[in-house]
């Protein structure tokens, strides 16, 4: 699947700081009524000590695409295929698998 098809339009991105090899990236995942900007200071830390990390937010969460009154609500299935497309799109950028934390 092309990744313009993604429905997630707020994935912040902490490169790490200092680069170490065999680091696998994160991908943090937040709970329900909040964002990715809930994980900064865990991405901090984690960037700092090599990590790539990044925090992704749901539909209609944060700076993501948000429901019209038409369709009000999305699909757990939905949630989780945009969860895989960012774990597509980090695996295509970095080689490797991301660590999901959420």
Not at 38 to 45: A, R
Not at 84 to 102: C, H, M, N, Y
Request: proline content about 6%; some cysteine; charged content about 15%.
């Amino acid at each position: 699947m092309p990744y313009s098809l993604i429905q997630v339009k707020e994935v912040l991105h902490y490169p790490p700081t200092n680069i170490i090899s065999n680091i696998p990236p994160i991908l943090f995942i937040h709970g329900l009524s909040l964002a990715a900007w809930i994980w900064d200071n865990f991405c901090h830390w984690f960037s700092n000590k090599g990590h790539d990390c990044y925090a992704m937010s749901f539909r209609g969460h944060g700076q993501s695409t948000k429901t019209s009154k038409k369709d009000k609500w999305w699909s757990l299935n939905d949630i989780t295929n945009d969860v895989s497309l960012v774990t597509d799109a980090i695996i295509a950028r970095t080689g490797d698998k991301p660590v999901l934390v959420g």
